[in-house]
């Protein structure tokens, strides 16, 4: 099978690695792809967004299945796109329907969904600039923090913690009467603040079954000790220690099953990954978010965790047999460290070389933002590297993937040197 994955980042090179182990694989295509995936597949210079190029490259490579790394193209709808289209329609196509990809697409949609379904979630409201009176008067019911979240997709960025009334006023104006983050801030979902852990679960279904994934947890803040401003994501453990069989049990009953069987009850066709982050309070499972696809770079721990062959797994899925699927997982530990861009979040310089990546030994090096220029490896993006590392438990491999880190460098590299502080 000829297989085109969408996307550029560290997500999409851990699906490369993984789909390149797979004995069905014919030729695998990654668009736009790094200089990671140009060493696994080829790499195709694709606006993703522009679904009439994609059906293009489709056609002449003989694709057989498309599957989708970021929300962006599902939100706007590029599965609808191929089951409309005469020529695309049979292609099987990983990832909801513009329908369903509201789930991330908007978090109204989804926190509607979850009242509806009686998934445990924050209490909350939505504003406009039209009831902005009326959203300043819900905070003053809360306590502090006041969590303020962008309706829309902001790149990761559009969720702010603020720990003053005041400010988080301010705050709300400028997101609904100035924009703040864009047409994503037209609307604006204040929760109230729950106090506990975070992690994240995986489920890959077909709208009727579904298989859940490893889970795990990330870390969000560029600072040690969780502090700074929020990234894409610094790094990420599998499986997460504090998730024993008890708490996941409540998780699947809870949370899984009835977001599942919601999409059924409201008739959401659905196709592809189902990202749940969670938060753990008083021992009790609440969704923060769902996201419609794997997130990044939770995808560089979970998936070499998995020992199944992944495309008789996307294949399963999309054909409507997970029922009868059996998932097999390793058992060791994988922890993953991201490299990144000196000044990163905010304004970083790109095009630096790359060097030591032929010394690093016993740990998986997956490409996020980087590039190939003259035959060299230089960084193109904020978060550069991924560092993955087996290990008997967490802090065993760890210790692998920074000493591997040791052995890389470019110019005002970085990276947190305390993951898993907090478990």
Not at 63 to 82: A, N, Q, R, Y
Not at 171 to 183: N, T
Not at 227 to 237: E, V
């Amino acid at each position: 099978m000829n297989v085109l994955i969408l996307g550029s980042g560290g997500r999409e090179c851990a699906f490369a690695w993984k789909l390149a182990q797979s004995k069905h694989l014919g030729k695998l295509f990654i668009a736009p792809g790094n200089a990671g995936t140009a060493k696994i597949g080829e790499n195709l210079n694709l606006n993703i967004n522009n679904f009439d190029a994609v059906k293009q490259e489709v056609l002449s490579r003989k694709i057989d299945m498309v599957l989708v790394g970021p929300e962006d193209p599902l939100v706007h709808g590029i599965h609808d796109f191929f089951l409309t289209d005469k020529d695309l329609k049979e292609i099987p196509v990983i990832g909801p329907q513009r329908y369903a990809a509201q789930l991330e697409g908007s978090k109204e949609f989804a926190k509607e969904f979850m009242y509806r379904h009686q998934i445990p979630t924050a209490k909350y409201q939505s504003f406009t600039k039209d009831n902005l009176q009326e959203g300043f008067e819900f905070l003053e019911t809360l306590k502090a923090p006041y969590v303020l979240k962008a309706d829309g997709l902001a790149a990761g960025k559009g969720v702010l913690i603020l720990n003053e009334l005041e400010e988080a006023k301010n705050e709300l104006k400028e997101m609904l009467e100035h924009q703040k983050f864009g047409d994503a801030s037209a609307k604006v979902v204040i929760e109230e603040f729950l106090d506990g852990i975070e992690m994240s679960s995986f489920v890959l279904t077909n709208g009727e079954d579904y298989v859940v994934l490893p889970n795990a947890k990330d870390y969000k803040r560029i600072g040690e000790g969780d502090t700074g401003l929020n990234t894409g994501g610094m790094g990420a453990i599998s499986p997460v220690p504090f998730a024993d069989e008890v708490f996941l049990k409540k998780v699947e009953d809870r949370v899984i099953k009835p977001t599942v069987e919601g999409l059924q009850k409201d008739g959401i066709p659905y196709i592809g990954f189902i990202f749940i982050g969670l938060i753990k309070v008083n021992n009790e499972p609440y969704v923060i978010e769902y996201n419609v696809r794997m997130g990044d770079p939770e995808t560089e721990v979970v998936l070499p965790r998995i020992k199944s062959d992944f495309l008789e797994l996307l294949l399963a899925t999309y054909f409507k047999k997970l029922n009868q699927y059996k998932l097999e997982l390793d058992v060791r530990s994988a922890t993953t460290v991201m490299l990144v861009s000196g000044g990163y979040p905010e304004a970083y310089e790109k095009g630096k070389e790359i060097n030591g990546l032929d010394m690093v030994e016993d740990s998986i090096l997956f490409h996020a933002g980087t590039t190939l220029e003259n035959g060299k490896v230089v960084t193109s993006g904020g978060r550069v590297l991924a560092v993955t590392s087996y290990g008997d438990n967490f802090k065993s491999a760890l210790k692998k993937s920074y000493q591997n880190i040791e052995k890389i460098h470019f110019e005002k590299m970085n990276f947190r040197s305390d993951l898993g502080f907090d478990l």
